[in-house]
């Protein structure tokens, strides 16, 4: 079955320190609580093969919209025992696809990817297999840069850039779900 949500459209929120999915012999104990537009969503990915997970980078890390998602998916299946095993229902293979503004010179100078390991090892510690990743930089934010105060990019070199290497970002891209299946 393929499922591909945007959450964006959906409202809710991160995760809210409620502590039901700990609560021992709980109804909800390794499930979120919380019934709002994004609880069926983390039901259905609870039972996926293969998760997605795509961002563009904003400050160093990924959307405030992953980011309450990702607690929301990711914090129940985390159980409080000694050694923080993972109570997920099954093992899941996953990716995270980050795009940003940056060059990958100027995102390894400034430390991106190790920024974004952490959350990329919790999520192979609970769904069981380490994440494939893919950046893609230097992104082309506008159709016409000169609509906009933007003085520090050149629109024409942006558009270069990606005629050069979007292909390549795709090739990656299909590589990667090649992997999530091949199982």
Not at 35 to 57: E, R, W, Y
């Amino acid at each position: 079955m393929r499922y591909s949500p945007r959450v964006a459209p959906y409202n809710y929120t991160g995760c809210k320190s409620c502590y039901a999915c700990k609560l021992k012999d709980g109804k909800s104990y390794g499930v979120c609580a919380i019934q709002d537009d994004i609880h069926p969503v983390l039901a259905t990915l609870s039972q996926a093969d293969a998760i997605v997970f795509g961002s563009p980078i904003y400050f160093g890390g990924v959307s405030g919209m992953l980011r309450c998602f990702e607690e929301r998916l990711l914090f129940p299946f985390l159980s409080y025992k000694d050694n923080h095993e993972s109570i997920a229902p099954k093992k899941i293979r996953t990716a995270f696809v980050y795009t940003m503004n940056v060059t990958d010179d100027r995102m390894r100078e400034w430390k991106y990817p190790e920024r974004l390991q952490m959350m990329e090892g919790y999520v192979g510690h609970i769904f069981g297999y380490t994440p494939h990743v893919l950046y893609v930089n230097n992104t082309v934010q506008f159709k016409d840069y000169s609509k906009y105060v933007c003085t520090m990019f050149s629109g024409e070199e942006k558009a270069k850039y990606k005629e050069e290497h979007f292909p390549d970002d795709c090739g990656k891209a299909a590589a990667i779900g090649a992997a999530l299946v091949a199982d």
